[in-house]
C-alpha cells in the first residue's frame, strides 16, 4: 500500500516563503503523477499544481501560478512545492496526491491515493 507523508507546513508571515515536501512509499513513484491540492475551512478541495512521471510537463492553478514551484525527486521519491510571496488566502490544509499514469491532471477524483495533508497559515 503507497503511503504519502507532507511536511513543511507552518505559520508564516504574509510575503514569507515555505517549501511543503512529500515522501512517497511506492515502488512506482516515477511513473506516478504527483499532484498538490488544498483546501481551506468551508471550502472545496482545490488544484494547485501538478507534475507528470518524468519532472518535464507541470500544470499549475492560476491563483498561484508564478508564486509556486512544484518539483520531484524521483532518485528519492519526493515531490515538493515551493511557495514564495505567500498571502493569507494562501491559508490550508495542503495535500500531496498520486495518480497512476505519467500524466497530471487538474481534477481530484483522478488522483488514486493521498496523503494526510500538512497545515500552512498566512498571517497578514
Known amino acids: 500500500q503507497v503511503q504519502l507523508g507532507e511536511s513543511g507546513g507552518g505559520l508564516v508571515q504574509a510575503g514569507d516563503s515555505l517549501r511543503l515536501s512529500c515522501a512517497d512509499s511506492?515502488?512506482?513513484?516515477?511513473?506516478?503523477?504527483m499532484g498538490w491540492f488544498r483546501q481551506a475551512p468551508g471550502k472545496e478541495r482545490e488544484f494547485i499544481a501538478g507534475?507528470?512521471?518524468?519532472?518535464?510537463?507541470?500544470v499549475y492553478a492560476g491563483s498561484v501560478k508564478g508564486r509556486f514551484t512544484i518539483s520531484r525527486d524521483n532518485a528519492k521519491n519526493t515531490v515538493t512545492l515551493q511557495m514564495n510571496s505567500l498571502k493569507p488566502e494562501d491559508t490550508a490544509v495542503y495535500y500531496c496526491?498520486?495518480?497512476?499514469?505519467?500524466?497530471?491532471?487538474?481534477?481530484?477524483?483522478?488522483?488514486?491515493?493521498w496523503g494526510q495533508g500538512t497545515q500552512v497559515t498566512v498571517s497578514s
Open positions: 507534475i507528470d512521471g518524468r519532472g518535464s510537463g507541470t
Open positions: 511506492g515502488r512506482t513513484f516515477s511513473s506516478n503523477a
Open positions: 496526491a498520486g495518480r497512476r499514469s505519467s500524466w497530471a491532471t487538474m481534477s481530484a477524483p483522478q488522483y488514486d491515493y
